[in-house]
């Protein structure tokens, strides 16, 4: 069974960092990419950036270009997002979700993760 | 604020059909044909329900059929069913390494 499982939820304070992960079974993680996608409470999706394991070709949306790191780690299968300082509006849900196979460009994401919560607060 | 624009409510009795717009611009829903649409019920992850406009991945029920025209795409849900009751998002593509999606429509089955 295909799947993406992310880690817990997160409780940090303004100008910490913060590393989540979303780890990938049931297919070849290295030859599909995988995206990441905000969430804030009650609101819409906002596209954050893509990465394909296989080389680590990054792509970021220009909203949040600077402000994340999107990784991957072919050996253990997992991809992450990280902040070196985290700021009170980064408090969200985050989702990863891999490329759909069919998808010319980065818009179609077929299978999701559970989602990490990460709440920001001094 | 939304860079794609939908209405923030919808609703329909069972059985009925309903149309859900996204409209954007010329630099993203009316430039590509890299519309997805997905399906959020509460407390859960987004669905695919709609890619490249008009194309449903394996699974997806052929009551959900999606169009475009112009700068505007529309998801269509025929014959309502009360499981169909969710948050739906649109996307497209928007050129130089960005997606942009829409705020979401919330559709109620009377």
């Known amino acids: 069974e295909v799947q993406l499982v992310q880690s817990g939820a997160e409780v940090k304070k303004p100008g910490q960092s913060l590393k989540i992960s979303c780890k990938v079974s049931?297919?070849?993680?290295?030859?599909?990419?995988i995206g990441w996608v905000r969430q804030m409470p009650g609101k819409g999706l906002g596209w954050m950036g893509i990465?394909?394991?296989?080389?680590?070709?990054?792509r970021y949306s220009p909203s949040f270009q600077g402000q994340v790191t999107i990784s991957a780690d072919k050996s253990i299968n997992t991809a992450y997002l990280q902040w070196d300082s985290l700021k009170a509006s980064d408090a969200a849900m985050y989702y990863c979700a891999r490329l759909a196979p069919y998808s010319t460009y980065w818009d179609a994401f077929d299978i999701w993760g559970q989602g990490t919560v990460v709440t920001v607060s001094s | 604020q939304s860079a794609l624009t939908q209405p923030p409510s919808a609703s329909g009795s069972p059985g009925q059909s309903v149309t859900i717009s996204c409209t954007g611009t010329?630099?993203?829903?009316?430039?590509?044909?890299?519309v997805s649409w997905y399906q959020q019920h509460p407390g859960k992850a987004p669905k695919l329900m709609i890619y490249e406009v008009n194309k449903r991945p394996s699974g997806v029920p052929d009551r959900f059929s999606g169009s475009k025209s112009g700068s505007t795409a529309s998801l269509t849900v025929s014959g309502l069913q009360a499981e169909d009751e969710a948050d739906y998002y649109c996307s497209s593509y928007a050129g130089s390494n960005n997606v942009v999606f829409g705020g979401g429509t919330k559709l109620t089955v009377l």
């Open positions: 010329n630099s993203d829903v009316g430039g590509y044909n890299y």
């Open positions: 049931g297919y070849s993680f290295a030859t599909y990419w």
């Open positions: 990465i394909y394991p296989g080389d680590s070709d990054t």
